[in-house]
């Protein structure tokens, strides 16, 4: 597929879901094709001692956005590209845009369950039986085939999401990392300055650890509010590298 922007999410990652909002603004702007594709963070950690390195509700996390992804594989395969947008629309909804839940840790598990994911199937108009896949690891080679392309155009030391602008030559980096979503008209205007350093061949990185909570319900920060700022040393909340 022939796209102006390919877009690589992790469907239980907050600041992609962010960045993913802002990007749909400006595709419906600029009339871009986004191709919708996949990394895959617990793949990324696959070797990393999750206790000794995460918050304890990381792995549950990191596990159900993997297990998400299978479901996403299978309705891509069979059901093709366009099923992609709709899919992670009513991923991210579901996961972000609904109020703060008391037990984050349960509800973290219960994202890779077919009790989460098969209301999301129907809402994306696509058949329940694809939540089949969430136990089936043979999709695993083709989300980390897409994981390693997606690390191959930025390097390893970058989360997600990951924007590819202008395949299969232009350039792609990790980020923009946004915590809040931009009205229509700043959208165009955050996108063009994005755009115009990644089109810089010299350009190499743009970067502070410290982020703010993204203005998420999930996170019970709304449009009006700041959340409280983080320092996401290497990418991520890990205790130590």
């Given at each position: 597929?022939?796209?102006?922007?390919?877009f690589y999410?992790?469907?239980?990652?907050?600041f992609a879901w962010?960045?993913?909002k802002?990007?749909?603004q400006v595709?419906?702007?600029?009339?871009?094709t986004?191709?919708?594709r996949?990394?895959?963070?617990?793949?990324?950690?696959?070797?990393?001692?999750?206790d000794?390195?995460f918050?304890?509700?990381?792995?549950?996390?990191?596990?159900?956005?993997?297990?998400?992804?299978?479901v996403?594989a299978?309705?891509?395969?069979?059901?093709?590209r366009?099923?992609?947008a709709?899919l992670?629309a009513?991923?991210?909804?579901h996961i972000f845009d609904?109020?703060?839940v008391?037990?984050?840790?349960e509800?973290?598990?219960?994202?890779g369950?077919?009790e989460f994911a098969?209301?999301i199937?129907?809402?994306?108009?696509?058949?329940?039986e694809?939540a089949?896949a969430?136990?089936?690891?043979?999709w695993d080679m083709?989300?980390q085939?897409?994981?390693?392309?997606?690390l191959?155009?930025?390097?390893k030391?970058v989360?997600?999401?990951?924007i590819h602008?202008?395949?299969?030559?232009?350039?792609?980096?990790?980020g923009?990392?946004?915590?809040?979503?931009p009205?229509?008209?700043?959208?165009?205007?955050?996108w063009d300055?994005v755009?115009?350093?990644?089109?810089?061949p010299g350009?190499?990185?743009?970067k502070r650890?410290l982020?703010e909570?993204p203005?998420?319900?999930?996170?019970?920060?709304d449009a009006?509010t700041?959340?409280k700022?983080e320092d996401?040393?290497g990418?991520s909340r890990r205790?130590?590298?």
């Amino acid at each position: 597929m022939d796209a102006d922007i390919n877009f690589y999410f992790d469907p239980v990652c907050p600041f992609a879901w962010m960045t993913s909002k802002w990007v749909r603004q400006v595709q419906e702007q600029r009339d871009y094709t986004v191709d919708w594709r996949f990394i895959s963070l617990r793949l990324i950690n696959a070797q990393v001692d999750y206790d000794a390195h995460f918050p304890p509700e990381y792995e549950a996390g990191h596990t159900a956005g993997l297990r998400l992804l299978r479901v996403a594989a299978r309705a891509r395969a069979e059901h093709g590209r366009a099923a992609m947008a709709p899919l992670y629309a009513a991923f991210g909804a579901h996961i972000f845009d609904t109020a703060l839940v008391p037990d984050e840790s349960e509800m973290r598990e219960l994202r890779g369950t077919r009790e989460f994911a098969e209301p999301i199937l129907a809402e994306a108009g696509l058949p329940l039986e694809l939540a089949e896949a969430l136990d089936d690891e043979s999709w695993d080679m083709e989300i980390q085939q897409e994981t390693d392309e997606a690390l191959s155009l930025t390097g390893k030391d970058v989360g997600t999401p990951i924007i590819h602008f202008e395949p299969p030559t232009g350039v792609a980096f990790f980020g923009p990392v946004i915590s809040r979503l931009p009205d229509e008209d700043s959208a165009v205007e955050l996108w063009d300055h994005v755009v115009a350093l990644a089109r810089f061949p010299g350009f190499a990185e743009l970067k502070r650890s410290l982020r703010e909570q993204p203005q998420l319900a999930a996170f019970g920060v709304d449009a009006t509010t700041v959340g409280k700022q983080e320092d996401w040393h290497g990418g991520s909340r890990r205790q130590k590298k």
